[in-house]
């Protein structure tokens, strides 16, 4: 529909441009961390990529590094000698490009991101007729910048972390990285014809940054509301677990330092203490689904706690994230109490809410004004176990807040978080520049 509402504005002579393929647009979408479906991590920007194949008559293409960082492995396509592999459907292509493993380690996690900017770099280079070339950062890129600026390429930054801004508040105290990444993120920002964001925070950050009155737009990371409203449970996915039919809080995402669970099992234990894991008859069961650099000593420390109410379970890949989720009774998120944190708006925010699950969430700023001013979840502050247990409590035993909570994280999500909508809104913008 939206591609027809589009073309049905278009002269005759425009139309059979578009209708030829050597002329249609082709957009480029950079993302060393970007993932397909088939595989855990955020698949925002492969979704996006498709759209723009599928719905706004152009070519586009998703370039990705072949070593997930979710996972710690290369891709099977990617083996022995083979530099690059591409995977085209249509229009749309899904480009891989080797760079060197690297796990739990930081220099060649840096060495393995340079890499990947430089073989990025000289495709730009030797590529034709690429029109929109979008980089999303982390991690942050000066390569690519400088040869989409030699190719006259129109350039969008879509920044969906703040490096090294976060890094700096949770501890990094390397100067010599620190200050590369403020030149390239700067660098980035400067050169760029036109910034996207996912939340305003993050907006506001970037003019800090930039002298330059151009284009800048949010555009939130939101979700396919397609696989997200009207969910309906497949009880054989859980079917075994221990915490099948137990009362479910839920989080699903990256067990890392940033995301500070350790702090949540605290307040696990209060609970436990305070009111016997238990709520209207029912056993109460966390569950944490994910992976990351963490995840060994979180499951340690629950150990340490003796938390028999507390699961971990595997990553799961992106398709697969509403299955899981539905499941819950409610959901959790949380980061760690740092002031930059306060600009995020992460995707656990729209992937809870469009499946209609009440979110304690311990993110301050703007994630609290939004679930508290949508009334679709409660703030609690892990650093006061005491009182957080206490505020968790009263939200799980009030059945009709509950409720409604339900109802208006759906609404929030299908008039802010429709990622069609979203899509579109970005298309629109860089089409402008």
């Not at 991101?113 to 007729?129: A, G, H, W």
Request: overall charge positive.
């Amino acid at each position: 529909m939206q591609a027809d509402r589009m073309s049905s504005s278009l002269s005759f002579v425009e139309i059979n441009v578009y209708e030829r393929k050597s002329f249609m647009k082709k957009i480029v979408i950079i993302n060393h961390y970007g993932v397909t479906p088939d595989m855990p991590g955020p698949s925002k920007n492969y979704e996006m990529s498709k759209f723009f194949a599928d719905h706004c008559n152009c070519k586009s293409e998703f370039w990705i590094c072949g070593y997930s960082h979710y996972v710690g492995k290369m891709d099977e396509s990617l083996k022995k000698l083979r530099i690059q592999s591409k995977k085209t459907n249509g229009n749309h292509s899904v480009v891989r490009i080797k760079s060197t493993p690297y796990r739990k380690n930081a220099f060649l996690r840096q060495l393995n991101i340079v890499i990947f900017d430089i073989i990025t770099s000289i495709k730009i280079l030797f590529s034709k007729n690429i029109d929109y070339l979008i980089i999303t950062t982390p991690p942050v890129s000066i390569f690519n910048v400088i040869t989409t600026k030699l190719k006259k390429i129109k350039l969008i930054a879509d920044v969906e972390d703040l490096w090294p801004l976060f890094l700096q508040d949770m501890g990094m105290d390397n100067k010599i990285a620190i200050n590369y990444m403020n030149y390239a993120s700067d660098y980035l920002y400067n050169k760029s014809d036109g910034i996207a964001a996912v939340s305003s925070g993050m907006i506001d950050y970037v003019k800090e940054r930039t002298d330059s009155n151009k284009m800048m737009w949010i555009s939130p990371l939101g979700v396919n509301t397609g696989d997200y409203f009207n969910k309906e449970k497949d009880n054989n996915l859980i079917k075994g677990k221990a915490w099948a039919k137990d009362f479910k809080i839920m989080y699903l995402g990256v067990h890392g330092k940033a995301n500070d669970i350790f702090s949540v099992l605290k307040t696990i234990r209060e609970f436990n203490k305070k009111f016997s894991n238990m709520i209207n008859g029912r056993k109460i069961s966390f569950i944490f689904i994910g992976d990351g650099e963490q995840k060994n000593n979180i499951i340690e420390y629950a150990k340490e706690l003796n938390l028999d109410n507390v699961y971990f379970e595997d990553a799961v890949p992106g398709s697969l994230v509403p299955d899981y989720l539905i499941h819950a009774d409610v959901c959790l998120t949380n980061l760690m109490k740092i002031e930059s944190f306060k600009r995020v708006r992460p995707n656990k925010l729209f992937q809870y809410m469009a499946l209609g699950k009440p979110i304690i969430s311990g993110i301050w700023g703007e994630f609290q004004d939004i679930i508290e001013k949508f009334k679709t979840g409660i703030y609690v502050d892990f650093n006061q176990p005491e009182n957080a247990s206490e505020k968790i409590y009263t939200l799980l035993m009030n059945e009709i807040l509950l409720k409604q909570m339900s109802l208006n994280g759906v609404e929030y999500v299908e008039e802010y978080g429709n990622r069609k909508k979203i899509f579109k809104e970005f298309y629109d913008y860089i089409t402008k520049l």
